[in-house]
């Protein structure tokens, strides 16, 4: 018999978005075409450069926790270029494997057991599952709360706000008013604000992207998390960062020195040698791909299927509420029957059960707008039956 297994880690669900995208890699791998609207990825093309002897060498080895220098120092000079926001390289930027384990790191470093964190709806699947770990409550926010509405979740245990901007999966965008408001709420509470910024170039417009280090200078309240997952079209490199405070950085370093050691040695290197090369590619890529957002916005009101508002990412949040079931059923339905695959709303927050996410970085705007057509006909399966018949 198997010992006693951890009692929390038992009680986490597998992540939504992985095992819908497993049944999918199943599918194709029988030779099936599935329309994949699940998938957390744009696809970029993305030349390959040249990687030295010497970083080749260098790259079977660990390198230091913090991160390369000169990745660190590329980074903080871009946050300094696009969002006027000083960043110390040496000491306020850390890179890791991901900025998935960076926001589990983040939330061991800042919640003591008890502590509550406030997460806006719709969120992230794994932000909920990472605070428990940590020892934390998670404390949702549903999606119709707007942000001066925030504070009515404040109690004297809440230790941070996390909010993800722009949003996945809606495209939300938050302004500048309202992350000022949000800071001035952490500086009245003594909370961090943890802003997950890892969409911020799939805009139409990246200069209405305001990342919160523009906000708090100080960054005594905030916390930033980004990677080269989403906004590099680098998901398989594992490659992400963090910007904070000195102190806090301090502390994440400890754990990354226990959990991680480092991110792969050779693509930091590769990262920083070509780093202006890379986003002189990938950058008109996200934005296209917002472009391509607004093209199926139109779809939407076309085939008259409602979403919540959003202008940036690859996402869409589409509320199925008339469907005649719960989303489940529908999801399965499009899967199966329909070979279409989309996320639960449910992934992102009981206020979003009535919704499905769908991500349109992989299929073309013809087969996209196909796909919808189906969805919206099993909206309302009286009315098309009737139709049929
Ligand atoms: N944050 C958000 C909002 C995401 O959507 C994802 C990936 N889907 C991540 C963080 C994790 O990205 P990575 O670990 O690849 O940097």
Redesign the pocket.
Known sequence: MIPELNKIVKSIPEAL?IQINQIVYDKKSRGERVYTYSL??AFFDIPRFEISDEDWKKGYHYSGSLGQPKLRQKLAEMYKYNYQSPINAEMEVLVS???????FMIFQTILSAGDEVLVAEPA?L??KEQIKLAGGVHIPVPYTKSVYEWADYITPRTKAIVI?NP???SGQLYSREEMTYLVDLARKHNLFILS?E??SDFLVRTDTFISLAQIDKSKENIII??????NMGM?GW???YVIAHEQVIKQILKLNQHLITCAPTILQDYMAEHFEEILAYTRPQAVAMAEKRKKVCEILNNVGIKSLRGVG?FYFLLNVSEYNGTTDELVEKLLIEHNIAVVSGIAYGESTKDFVRFGIGVESLENIEKSLKIIKSLLKPSISEAVNG
């Open positions: 978005s957390g990825e494997a991901g900025s998935k384990p960076l926001i992230w794994s932000y993800n949003n996945n999966p997950d890892a969409y998390v980004n990677s080269l997952s989403k998901s594992r490659v992400g990412t």
